[in-house]
Structure formats: structure tokens, C-alpha cells
């Protein structure tokens, strides 16, 4: 509702064109209607039915505003009961309140709340249902006591337990049983592993429920099983003659009505009866003979799942599938069918019957869940389940894991869609599966107004021309007018020229009506129509982004008079140049013009909200270069911390080097104060914001070290002179070897020479060598 009244969007009540009080409660669960007699402006169709709000503001006094809301009243809300058992046991309640009354406006919401609370010690009537078929004749030698051990363990429940106890086989027809002459007394016939057996039958009822449990053990001993021919049994056709047989049977109506149901197969449903040729669906109705058996078992076809489910809600009854292993996953996807169901797993002989049956006892006790019964279906109901955690679970009727004497609760929201004709009344029914208790809810609608009881025919308020109902004038055949004023006759077309603009002109500018050569402009949802022709309105002057005038101005007959500081046809211009400067104070950044509050960029490559954003142009590296001086170093002309956070909101992002070779970024060098080298790169990402990626130092040269010098210079000397000894020592070496060779040479000559020469040519030969030595 507030979003109507908020926005200037479509006001569903106005647009309905109701003309009746009951017509305007039908639009919209916000509208109302204004029965006021002297409601509105003069010369204006205004109308009565709109949002209660809107017609108080236009001076709908409160008395005579018809909105009527849905609620609930209490009719029977007697206290939930703490135990089931005793002498009050017939006054046990477990669901509260026990009746309401709803009052429904078509779309109007209500709620109420329902508890249920399980009560302890609460009796207990329980119908065993055997598959008598001869794959269990095992099991059916394990129950032959089992009434005495079943009663011991059930009275730890419950002070009050009754036992009941019925069979069933199969439809005695082909292709279901043997059915040829000699199997009608002994379907066993020829059977080797059991060749003797009872003829086959449908359901038979064996013992009523009863607190003597020695008579259920004396039945299970006189049965004996039977055989079918094919592997599903007849089981649902007992189930639902147990559920709907209640009187044979004995179910009470103060009781918890548990119905085992113990088979080692799948069961025939509905359908399967066409292969015997039954072709009639079954009724739903009771029918056992004197003699206690199903009577219509070769007459109708098997239950659906959907006619069983029903009957045995309808009844309270609780069913337990107490299955065999192998056919456990078919059982629990019946429990999904059929609420209030559960099932056990019973082992092949059925030795864990009684803790199987104590078991689902247990669980079906711990659940609570709510059934919904005679729903109209007009009627839509939400719930809301509060378990014992006390947390709301929206959309669940359900409880589960619950001990007795928790109480839990659910909040039921409804709500009508229509209106059913005047003075119907219907109801609907909440039950807790398997409970007999019930919150029985009675509904009636309000679609009517209270003024209408006040309407009169040939009221002096219409000129005794017209009924007076809610406000308005109803006129005679013959009579216009909102009072019923004039006679149709008046109105001719020389009447009619005075609620024209000009000569073929529509009478009212098409947007109102001529009512006594006068016109009545009709109300919009849009917004205000007036003038003496209904020519203009406040809605159909220019809009800017689907707003009227941009918001920025006032729309006066088709025109918007634009407010200080904005002018253009639909006002959209702004005057202002405040959202044009950019940080450094120029407008534009100095890079373009200011056009209707919006910077309209000039220099080429250069964008942004103040065209800040210029990789491209000549300036960018010395713009940027300021902010890479104060937010990383703190100095240059910008050093002032606010300045330089107003004026440099760019990402920086340092690294210890620079990649250059991004075709998309600008790259720039600046030298510092220091003489050192600045690199860093500006570049735009595709979401518009400005990443300068610089050095995290300036690249500075490093003065000699004078003693490195020092150091290098007579290192290179004393190597040099190192190097000229060595080639020295090597030239020496080399010249003295070659003159050792020519001594021995020569005196290998001389020793020879001795040989042959004079004692004087030695002595000249020695002088020499000693020569040579010297």
C-alpha cells in the first residue's frame, strides 16, 4: 500500500473506474470508498474510491470511509489437556482453540494461531492385518501368542489397549487365484512343500477390537493360510475394509486407531482389477457380509492410493507397513502418498513384530502433522510450523522428533480471492493426522458495504430522480447529473457547443463530461485534469529519464516551469558549473566546456565526469607527476597532505622494475631535486579509474670511491710491471738457452779439435771458453 501512496506510479483504486461502494472493495484490498455526501471538488468526477489515506486528505471524514479488514473471532477454546486416560478421558483436548470464525475481505490477509499437544496415556486400539497368503505361514506361527506379549509391552504406553485381528489373501478370480475346479476347495492342490490349505479370500474380519487379549490369541491359532497365484495380494482391499467398517471393527472415538498392516509382497492397486475383468472403481463403503468377509471382492476394482489415503484420515486411522526387506523402498514411497502412514521392516518369520509395532507407536507419536479438510476453493491458507526449537519454519504443517506433552503450533494465514453470492457462508476443518480432535473454522465474506443499508430510492438528494446509496446519485432513466439535475432532453448539441473549446472540438476536450452545460473533468490516475474544457493537466508536459519536468521544475497546463537554477523544455539543463570543476579548480580540467552541469570534452583523448582523464594529451605526465611527488615521496607543489589526497585519488602501484612494452600505457620520465631519474607509466582501465605504476626509488648515478681508484691504479701498475718482468724473464730465457746451445756446440768441436791440433791451438781454445764464462 505504501507504494502506492509513495510513488507516483498507477493507483490501482482510482483506475478501477468503480462506480459502486462493493465494486471498490473488489479492486484492491487497500482501497476504500467515501460515502460522504459532500465528498470532492466542485466541476471535478472525483472518485470515492481510492486509498483510506488519499480520502482523508481530501476531506473523506473518517465516520464515512468504508474499509472494511478480515479477522478472526473465538467460538470454542477449551484448554489442552496433559493426559489422555481416566475418568475425564472423553474431555481430552489436543488441539486448541477447538472452533473460529473468519471474516474475509477478498485479498485481505488474517491469520490465526493453532496448538497441538499429545497427550500422555491416551488410549490405544490396534488392528493387526495378516497376510494369510502361504509364503507366511512361518510368521504365522510366530503370533500365535503374540496378543499376550503385545498387550505387556503396549501397557507400558498406554493404561488402555485394545487388539483386533482380520487376514486377507487375494480376489478369488482368475488371473489372481486358481480358480479351476479342483483348487476351489484346496488351492493348495498338487503342492508338494504344502499341499493342503484354506480356499481363497479377499479380507475376512476375525476379532473386533477388544481389551481380552487371550481371545486374539485363540483366533490366530484356529487360522491357516491360503494360496494366490500371482505375487501381489489383495492387502489394500483389507485395508480400507478395516478403515471404513468402524462399527464392525470397534474403533473408538476416543482413542489413538493404529492399523498394522504385515505382508511379504507388493500390493494390487487400483487398475490392476481390469486383468480379471472388474472394471467398476471401488466405492469406498463397507462391505462385509454376516459372516464377516468382503463381499465386493470380485465385483470392484482395487482402491487407489488417493481413495485410501482419504478414508483412513477420514477415520484417524494410523496405517503401519510392516514389510519384509526386500520390499521396504516401495512401502516408504507409499508413506509419501498416504499421510499418516509409516513403515517397520519385519524380519522373514516375524519374530520382531511386537518391537516393530512399539517402534512406529513411538514414531507416529512423535509427529504431529496438520490435514486441511472441506478446503473451499476460493480460500488460499499458508502455514507455518513452530516446533519445539521455537524456530518458525514457513511453508511446513509439520512437526517431527516431539515427546509427549510438547506442544507445538502453527500459524494459518488466509485469504479469499472473490466474493461468493451475498450471504454464503462456508468452512473448512484442521485435523492433526490420526487425531479425533479438530479446529472447525466457519468463514464469511465481506463484500459488502454498511452504507449500502441506508440506500433510499427517489431521494431529495437526487432530485427525486435517482437512488441515494454511499454518497452518490443512481439517476432515473430520463436523468444526468451528478444530483440527477437535468433531463436528457437539455442536453442537445446547443448545449453541448458550451463544453466545447472550439467548433469540432470533443465536448470536454475528451476528458470529461458535459453535465448541464458545464463541464466535469474526469480524476487520473496520473495526475490532475482542470480548465473550463478539462484542456489542461499537471502529467503531459515533457520528461526527462521517464521523470516529469526532470524533477526540477513544475508541469502547468502542458508546460514546465522550471525551477532556479535549470531551464530547457523538460528543465534538464542545469545552470550550475559547481559539478564541473575539477580538483585543480578549472573548469573541465581546463580541457573542455561546460554544457547543462555536464563537462563536454574538447581535447581529443581526454574524458572523465571534469575530462581529468587524458592519457594522450601533452600534459598527462607532468599532471600525474605531482601526485606520484607527494603521495610517494611527499614533496613537489602538492606536498600538502590535503591537497595532495583532494587532488590525486589515481591507483599507484610501485615496482622494483618497469615493464614498458604496454601499447596502452604512457610512458614518463621526469628528473628529480636530486638529479636522479623518475620512471613511471598512466594508463586508464576499462572501468574508468587512472593506474600510474612507478618505480619505488628514482634511478640515481653513484659518485667513484677515491681510494677504489687509488687502489685500481697501482693494481694496474704493479700488473703491468709484473707482466713486462715476465715477458723480459722470458726473452732472457730464451736468448740464454740459445747461447747455451752454441757452447756445447762448440766445445763438442773443441774436444775434437784437441785430438787433432797442437798443444798451442788448446791453450787458445781454453782462453776462449774462459772468455766466454767471464
Not at 481530501?58 to 464515512?64: A, K, L
Not at 581526454?606 to 600534459?619: L, S, V, Y
Request: charged content about 25%; aromatic content about 8%.
Amino acid at each position: 500500500v505504501k507504494s502506492h501512496l509513495s510513488s507516483k506510479s498507477l493507483n490501482v483504486c482510482t483506475s478501477g473506474s468503480a462506480t459502486s461502494c462493493e465494486e471498490c472493495l473488489l479492486i484492491h484490498p487497500s482501497c476504500a470508498w467515501c460515502a460522504q455526501e459532500d465528498f470532492g471538488q466542485a466541476r471535478t468526477l472525483n472518485s470515492r474510491c481510492d486509498f483510506s489515506q488519499n480520502l482523508q486528505k481530501r476531506g473523506c471524514d473518517d465516520p464515512f470511509i468504508e474499509n472494511p479488514r478480515s479477522g478472526s473471532s473465538l467460538l470454542r477454546s477449551k484448554p489442552l489437556s496433559s493426559k489422555g486416560s481416566g475418568v475425564t478421558q472423553y474431555d481430552v483436548i489436543q488441539i486448541y482453540p477447538q472452533k473460529i470464525s473468519l471474516s474475509l475481505r477478498p485479498g485481505d490477509q488474517t491469520s490465526f494461531e493453532v496448538q497441538v499437544r499429545p497427550v500422555e496415556d491416551y488410549p490405544v486400539d490396534l488392528y493387526y492385518l495378516m497376510d494369510l497368503s502361504l509364503s507366511m505361514k512361518d510368521d504365522l506361527d510366530t503370533i500365535r501368542n503374540l496378543g499376550t506379549k503385545l498387550a505387556e509391552e503396549m501397557r507400558k504406553l498406554t493404561s488402555n489397549f485394545r487388539l483386533g485381528f482380520g487376514s486377507f489373501v487375494d480376489k478369488n478370480i482368475s488371473p489372481f487365484s486358481y480358480t479351476a475346479p479342483k483348487y476351489q476347495d484346496n488351492p493348495c492342490n498338487g503342492y508338494k512343500l504344502f499341499p493342503n490349505c484354506v480356499p481363497t479370500f479377499g479380507f475376512r474380519h476375525l476379532l473386533s477390537l477388544t481389551d481380552k487379549v487371550d481371545r486374539f490369541n485363540e483366533e490366530v491359532q484356529k487360522q491357516l493360510v491360503s494360496r494366490n497365484r500371482d505375487a501381489p495380494e489383495g492387502g489394500f482391499d483389507a485395508i480400507l475394509q478395516a478403515a471404513v467398517c468402524k462399527e464392525k471393527i470397534g474403533w473408538r472415538k476416543e482413542a489413538y486407531h493404529l492399523l498394522v498392516f504385515a505382508t511379504d509382497d507388493v500390493p494390487h492397486l487400483a487398475l490392476d482389477g481390469k486383468l480379471g475383468g472388474l472394471v467398476h472403481p471401488h466405492d469406498g463403503q463397507c462391505h462385509l457380509n454376516d459372516k464377516n468377509e468382503y463381499s465386493a471382492a470380485n465385483m470392484m476394482d482395487y482402491p487407489s492410493l488417493a481413495l485410501l489415503g482419504e478414508k483412513l484420515a477420514e477415520n484417524n486411522i494410523f496405517l503401519i507397513f510392516a514389510v519384509t526387506k526386500r520390499h521396504y523402498v516401495l512401502y516408504k514411497n507409499l508413506t509419501a502418498l498416504i499421510p499418516g502412514t509409516t513403515v517397520e521392516i519385519l524380519d522373514q518369520d516375524s519374530k520382531n513384530i511386537i518391537q516393530l509395532i512399539v517402534n512406529a507407536y513411538n514414531n507416529i507419536r512423535s509427529k504431529v502433522e496438520l490435514s486441511v479438510w472441506d478446503h473451499p476453493e476460493d480460500l488460499n491458507l499458508a502455514f507455518t510450523a513452530t516446533c519445539q526449537d521455537g524456530q518458525p519454519l514457513t511453508g511446513l504443517r509439520k512437526c517431527a522428533d516431539l515427546k509427549i506433552g510438547d506442544t507445538v503450533s502453527f500459524n494459518i494465514t488466509v485469504d479469499a480471492r472473490g466474493c461468493p453470492p451475498k450471504g454464503t457462508r462456508k468452512g473448512f476443518i484442521i485435523r492433526p493426522v490420526g487425531f479425533k480432535d479438530r479446529l472447525e473454522v466457519s468463514v464469511d465474506y465481506r463484500c459488502d458495504c454498511s452504507c449500502t443499508y441506508y440506500t433510499k430510492s427517489n431521494s431529495s438528494r437526487c432530485n427525486s430522480a435517482g437512488t441515494y446509496s454511499c454518497g452518490m446519485c443512481h439517476c432515473e432513466p430520463g436523468y444526468l447529473g451528478a444530483r440527477c439535475e437535468c433531463e436528457e432532453g437539455e442536453v442537445d448539441h446547443q448545449h453541448l457547443s458550451a463544453c466545447r473549446e472550439a467548433e469540432g472540438k470533443q465536448v470536454c476536450s475528451g476528458r470529461g463530461e458535459c453535465s448541464c452545460n458545464q463541464c466535469l473533468c474526469y480524476e487520473s490516475e496520473f495526475g490532475k485534469i482542470y480548465g473550463t474544457f478539462c484542456e489542461c493537466d499537471d502529467f503531459s508536459c515533457a520528461r526527462h529519464k521517464g521523470i516529469l519536468c526532470s524533477g526540477h521544475g513544475e508541469c502547468h497546463c502542458g508546460e514546465c516551469k522550471c525551477h532556479a537554477g535549470y531551464i530547457g523544455d523538460n528543465c534538464n539543463c542545469s545552470t550550475e558549473t559547481a559539478s564541473c570543476a575539477s580538483d585543480d579548480g578549472k573548469i573541465c580540467s581546463g580541457r573542455g566546456s561546460c554544457v547543462c552541469g555536464r563537462c563536454q570534452c574538447t581535447e581529443p583523448g581526454a574524458f572523465g565526469d571534469t575530462c581529468e582523464k587524458c592519457p594522450t594529451c601533452p600534459d598527462a605526465c607532468g599532471t600525474k607527476r605531482e601526485c606520484i611527488e607527494c603521495r610517494l615521496f611527499n614533496t613537489g607543489r602538492l606536498a600538502d597532505n590535503q591537497t595532495c589526497q583532494r587532488m590525486c585519488k589515481d591507483e599507484i602501484i610501485t615496482v622494483e622494475t618497469l615493464k614498458t612494452d604496454d601499447s596502452n600505457t604512457v610512458q614518463c620520465v621526469y628528473k628529480t631535486e636530486n638529479d636522479c631519474v623518475m620512471k613511471f607509466t598512466y594508463s586508464e582501465h576499462a572501468n574508468g579509474q587512472s593506474v600510474l605504476t612507478a618505480l619505488k626509488e628514482p634511478e640515481c648515478a653513484v659518485a667513484p670511491n677515491a681510494m677504489t681508484v687509488l687502489l685500481a691504479v697501482v693494481g694496474s701498475i704493479l700488473l703491468m710491471g709484473i707482466v713486462l718482468l715476465a715477458i723480459w724473464k722470458l726473452v732472457i730465457t730464451i736468448h740464454d738457452r740459445r747461447e747455451f746451445a752454441r757452447f756445447q756446440s762448440a766445445r763438442s768441436r773443441a774436444r775434437y779439435e784437441m785430438v787433432r791440433f797442437d798443444p798451442s791451438t788448446a791453450l787458445r781454445l781454453i782462453q776462449m771458453i774462459e772468455i766466454i764464462y767471464l
